[in-house]
T-cell receptor, first 111, second 113 residues
């Protein structure tokens, strides 16, 4: 089993460009999450999805959109990237009453 | 909205010293509680978790945590730290009836030989 797989691992964008971060899990988990990690601020929840077809805003959703394409995949889209979105992004998944499993992260720089 | 507070932002210890990292949460209902560790350059890994039962939870690598419901706390402890414990530690909470998982701001632990 691969667990939680995120792509790409690194990305540099120009301000105003768009991109989609991909996340897939092969553990048959129901819930999936996108977080951003910034120094001194911990992990902040952007969006989460409790099940296929549902998504909910987290703590910092502005500037992002998500799609829960199927049970396995949960993508995060930046429509018009801004320097404030420079961060490390983590995808995670859980099954009810278990811990979250994390992907390896995507380091995004917006210049 | 629920929140998680970690008041120790940066802790510096010598090897063999004892460790206690604080974690407080705001939600008043049933909660699931977690401590995760992030070693430099890596993703988060679970140290321990509490869902119900014995409020003293033992995790990997000699870590333990105690859930005190009256204080809304879930502090992490280790009797004797090692240099290899140098990492960032995150407390996390989700409400018992939702899937929303919220993290604290993290505590950076440095252990010197």
């Amino acid at each position: 089993n691969a667990g939680v797989t995120q792509t790409p691992k690194f990305q540099v964008l120009k301000t105003g460009q768009s991109m989609t971060l991909q996340c897939a899990q092969d553990m048959n988990h129901n819930s999936m999450y996108w977080y951003r990690q910034d120094p001194g601020m911990g992990l902040r929840l952007i969006y989460y999805s409790a099940s296929e077809g549902t998504t909910d805003k987290g703590e910092v959703p502005n500037g992002y959109n998500v799609s829960r394409l199927n049970k396995r995949e949960f993508s995060l889209r930046l429509e018009s990237a801004a320097p404030s979105q420079t961060s490390v992004y983590f995808c995670a998944s859980t099954l009810e009453d278990t811990e979250a499993f994390f992907g390896q992260g995507t380091r995004l720089t917006v210049v | 909205a629920q929140s998680v507070s970690q008041h120790n932002h940066h802790v510096i210890l010598s090897e063999a010293a004892s460790l206690e990292l604080g974690c407080n949460y705001s939600y008043g209902g049933t909660v699931n509680l977690f401590w995760y560790v992030q070693y430099p350059g890596q993703h988060l890994q679970l140290l321990l978790k509490y869902f119900s039962g014995d409020p003293l939870v033992k995790g990997i690598k000699g870590f333990e945590a105690e859930f005190i419901k009256s204080k809304f706390s879930f502090n992490l402890r280790k009797p004797s730290v090692q240099w290899s414990d140098t990492a960032e530690y995150f407390c996390a909470v989700n409400e018992g009836n939702t899937d929303k998982l919220i993290f604290g701001t993290g505590t950076r632990l440095q252990v010197f030989p």
